[in-house]
Structures are given as structure tokens and as C-alpha cells.
């Protein structure tokens, strides 16, 4: 079921690891456009596609991260909905 519309089914993937996590200021912008922490190495387009391609099929991409030392990780969360 989608998180917002329990109505809506579909399938849900989750991908998590426990790396350093990604801080907060990075968090917001992890979408965007050529934005990276890569430096050299890295395009920034590959979660920006990735967004792209989950919204063309109607579905969500939600991200959930710590950089707490306790309990470092990152979580995303992909819903697609069945199609109709």
C-alpha cells in the first residue's frame, strides 16, 4: 500500500545501509540536479534520474538518514504503484 493514499497498491522497495549516513544540510539536496559529495568522481545525476523515473511511473522516492555513530545509516524507500 502507498504511505499517503492506503488505497493505492503497489510494490515497495527499501535499500538500506550502515554506512556514516548523509548529513542533514546534504539530505536537502540529494536530488537535485548535478549536486554531489563525490567531488571529482562523481555527475550527481544518478539519484536525480532515479527520482525522475520512479515520479514518470506515478511513484515516490522518501530517504531517511543518522549520522549518529550509534546507529549511522541510510534508508531509501521506493513505492511504485500497480499499474492500472
Known sequence: ???REQTKQGVRVTIA????GIPRE???????QFFTTKGEEGTGLGLWVTRGI????GGTIRLK???NVA???T???I?????E
Open 1 to 3: 500500500m502507498d504511505w
Open 17 to 20: 545501509d550502515d554506512g556514516p
Open 26 to 32: 546534504s539530505q536537502a539536496r540529494i536530488f537535485e
Open 54 to 57: 520512479v515520479e514518470e511511473y
Open 65 to 67: 538518514s543518522s549520522v
Open 71 to 73: 546507529h549511522s545509516g
Open 75 to 77: 534508508v531509501f524507500r
Open 79 to 83: 513505492f511504485l504503484p500497480l499499474g
